[in-house]
């Protein structure tokens, strides 16, 4: 039952709307509000912290339901506290907060434990911005599996990001013969800077990478992904996010965690 006079909008503020893993999470959002009939407005920070803000800013003086979001940083929230708008974190695990995710440790070393199985040893692992807590699970997950893992800081989550580390992992002597990267953005570019240099994958560069977007199935070289379940992601956080604000319970929902699942394919030889 809505209460009277309560918005019917939810927000989804996502990272970067140029990356299909937060599309399928804002689908599986938009069919739960849709489901309780409520509407969904999707914002993107474009991982800049001012365009949240202002973004953050503008949803609590709209007295929006609540917000669903994967932000910069965790603390961009302080504002919708302070205004009373409920929220829940989707893509990455919030301690203390109500979230919903995979666990990416866990991630990080389901991919890295697969290239030991394929028999690699001279391992690279492509990080996003540390700034990401579900970069930060990945690398640790990594070093769980590999204690001297070769970490290339990239300069983002996208394409681009990914061509430039692989023209930094071409450069390596003795070369690494295996990559994992944080997401399948950074992956595709990647193989897109070996497949340029005629570097043959997975024979001379195996590659994985993480969430399984459509496009990693579509690939030159299919890639192998740690895949997220992005549409259950956001329905499951919307779903928490609904009852939250439209039941008489105030008592805090607990997190939820996914077991994230590899999908291998021929990027690591299947
Ligand atoms: O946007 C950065 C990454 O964080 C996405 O690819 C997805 O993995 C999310 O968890």
Redesign the pocket.
């Known amino acids: 039952q809505l209460r009277a006079g309560r918005s019917r909008t939810l927000a989804l503020l ?3 709307l140029a ?1 299909p ?2 599309i399928d999470v804002a689908r599986g959002a938009e069919e739960a509000a849709y489901e309780a009939d409520l509407n969904v407005i999707t914002c993107n920070s474009g ?1 800049r912290v001012d365009r949240e803000t202002a973004y953050l800013a503008m949803l609590a003086e709209q007295r929006v339901r609540g917000v669903l979001l ?1 932000p910069v940083t965790d603390a961009s929230v302080d504002g919708l506290r302070r205004n009373g708008i409920p929220y829940v974190f989707v ?2 695990l919030v301690p203390g907060a109500c979230s919903v ?2 666990d ?1 440790v866990a991630g990080g070393a389901l991919a890295a434990r697969h290239l030991l199985d394929r028999g690699h040893r001279r391992i690279a692992f492509v990080n ?1 911005p540390a700034v ?1 807590a ?2 930060r699970d ?1 690398e640790q997950g990594v070093r769980s599996v590999l204690p001297d893992p070769i970490v290339l800081a990239a300069g983002g ?1 996208d394409v681009a990001s990914g061509r430039d580390a692989g023209a930094r992992l071409l450069a390596l002597t003795p070369r690494p013969t295996a990559v994992f990267c ?4 950074l992956a595709l570019g990647v193989l897109q800077a070996m497949v340029a240099a005629g570097v043959r994958v997975p024979a001379e560069m195996a590659i994985v990478g ?2 399984d ?1 459509e496009f990693a199935a579509a690939a030159a070289v299919p890639l192998t992904s740690v895949r ?1 379940p ?1 549409p259950r992601l956001g329905r499951t956080a919307a779903e928490l996010l609904i009852a939250e604000t439209s039941g008489e319970d105030t008592h805090e929902h607990e997190s939820v965690v996914y077991e994230p699942e590899l999908v291998i394919r021929e990027s690591t030889g299947s």
């Open positions: 996502v990272l970067d990356n893993f937060f991982q994967s893509d990455r995710s995979v990416d996003g990401l579900q970069c990945r989550l944080a997401n399948d953005l993480y969430d977007i997220q992005a």
